[in-house]
């Protein structure tokens, strides 16, 4: 793309974390890009805000009380299922910042009109999977955000098929990573949700703790770069300076080191394939050390529940990645222990029916409400 051209972007979930740090790399780029559209769940106040700012042709609003809108200029659109028919209008990067399975329908929304989805959102990849990568044209119109994949993605670049023997995953650990079984029967929901090297929002934050994060990346990493699971190598590195990387065929292996900034993956994501400066700091080498340790699967389990479904397929992800929201929710609700979480869902996955293949909105929809009413029986059958 011309440099001169404006980028014409459109980002869902614009009052949420991944959203307010996109905004903030728009602000220092304002003249690479036309704001097409925002989209908020439900903080109508600040999006309206966002829009005096941005301008947006379009904004989303999908619950809540639209009011604070009416006296925007942008088109507005309202309702469940407004950021998915936000996603369709044309834009040259729809940036998925949507947290939870609701970001779904927004990246097929996208896909399907020929968008490019910087993708930010899991769940689009954990429930949808290959037939989301399907629908990206084998994965060219997804340019990743997570950090971790946007860090293996920028290490695979230029590479053959073939070349490479096994992708890895870096993991933080999370704040609990150290601590025994009996110590974790005590913590609580302020405890993970200090996590020791990112900033994101509470549910990935618990997911970060319980090291379902990792597992729901592995998924989201199978799909990515079309790697069988036993390609997929998860190491803990508790400084989050090296995201990601890839083994190659020699034994060699090229890794991705930056500070942990959501910033760099955000515009790597929007302003692919040109790198720009965000204002973020370079990784530092002066006085930096760098560890890497096997996870700990025997005190969390996630990882290995994710994994395990991700190879079962089918509904397996769709089921775990809805039993895993119910209990994080159940979770910082004070519903059920920080243990109980890899148990209810656990619970959850051993009763999976035979469902069919996962291939609409409506095949995935019917499971995950499915997961999420088991899980919320489970739950319950487990509270304190
Ligand atoms: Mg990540």
């Known amino acids: 793309m011309n440099p001169s051209e404006r980028r014409r972007l459109t980002?869902?979930?614009?009052?949420?974390?991944?959203?307010?740090?996109?905004?903030d790399v728009v602000r220092t780029h304002r003249d690479r890009f036309e704001i097409i559209g925002l989209s908020a769940n439900s903080d109508a106040k600040t999006l309206e805000q966002q829009a005096e700012e941005f301008k947006p042709d379009y904004v989303a609003l999908e619950s809540g009380d639209a009011g604070a809108l009416d006296d925007l200029r942008a088109a507005k659109i309202g309702g469940p299922g407004a950021a998915?028919?936000?996603?369709?209008?044309?834009?040259?990067?729809?940036?998925?910042?949507?947290?939870?399975?609701?970001?779904?329908?927004?990246?097929?929304?996208a896909l399907r009109n020929g968008n490019t989805v910087a993708l930010a959102n899991k769940e689009s990849l954990v429930a949808g999977g290959e037939w989301v990568m399907r629908l990206g044209a084998t994965?060219?119109?997804?340019?990743?955000?997570?950090?971790?994949?946007?860090?293996?993605?920028?290490?695979?670049?230029?590479?053959?098929?073939?070349?490479?023997?096994?992708?890895?995953?870096?993991?933080?650990?999370g704040p609990f990573f150290g601590y025994e079984k009996a110590e974790l029967l005590e913590v609580g929901p302020e405890d993970a949700l200090k996590h020791p090297t990112w900033r994101m929002g509470p549910k990935i934050t618990v997911d970060s703790a319980t090291m379902?994060?990792?597992?729901?990346?592995?998924?989201?990493?199978?799909?990515?770069?079309?790697?069988?699971?036993?390609?997929?190598?998860?190491?803990?590195?508790?400084?989050?300076?090296?995201?990601?990387?890839?083994?190659?065929?020699?034994?060699?292996?090229?890794?991705?080191?930056?500070?942990?900034?959501?910033?760099?993956?955000?515009?790597?994501?929007?302003?692919?394939?040109?790198?720009?400066?965000?204002?973020?700091?370079?990784?530092?080498?002066?006085?930096?050390?760098w560890t890497f340790e096997e996870p700990r699967n025997d005190v969390f389990r996630c990882l290995l529940l994710a994994a395990e479904a991700g190879r079962t397929g089918g509904a397996y992800p769709v089921v775990l990645n809805a039993a895993n929201e119910v209990a994080v929710q159940a979770f910082l609700?004070?519903?059920?222990?920080?243990?109980?979480?890899?148990?209810?869902?656990?619970?959850?996955?051993?009763?999976?029916?035979?469902?069919?293949?996962?291939?609409?909105?409506?095949?995935?929809?019917?499971?995950?409400?499915?997961?999420?009413?088991?899980?919320?029986?489970?739950?319950?059958?487990?509270?304190?």
């Open 212 to 289: 379902m994060n990792k597992g729901l990346e592995t998924i989201e990493a199978h799909h990515l770069f079309d790697v069988p699971y036993d390609e997929i190598r998860v190491v803990v590195h508790r400084q989050s300076v090296v995201h990601g990387g890839a083994v190659f065929e020699d034994g060699s292996a090229i890794l991705h080191a930056a500070l942990p900034d959501m910033r760099l993956p955000i515009s790597y994501g929007i302003f692919y394939p040109d790198r720009v400066d965000v204002g973020a700091k370079p990784v530092s080498f002066g006085a930096a050390s």
């Open 11 to 23: 980002i869902l979930g614009s009052t949420g974390s991944i959203g307010l740090q996109a905004l």
């Open 333 to 384: 609700d004070r519903g059920i222990q920080f243990l109980r979480i890899p148990n209810v869902i656990e619970e959850v996955l051993e009763a999976v029916p035979e469902f069919g293949a996962m291939e609409s909105m409506q095949a995935i929809v019917t499971v995950d409400r499915w997961g999420r009413e088991e899980a919320n029986k489970a739950a319950n059958r487990r509270a304190r």
């Open 139 to 173: 994965g060219e119109r997804i340019i990743p955000v997570d950090s971790e994949h946007s860090a293996i993605f920028q290490c695979l670049i230029g590479r053959a098929e073939g070349e490479v023997r096994e992708i890895l995953l870096t993991a933080s650990g």
């Open 84 to 109: 998915a028919t936000l996603a369709e209008v044309p834009a040259d990067v729809v940036l998925n910042g949507i947290v939870g399975f609701a970001g779904l329908a927004a990246t097929v929304g």
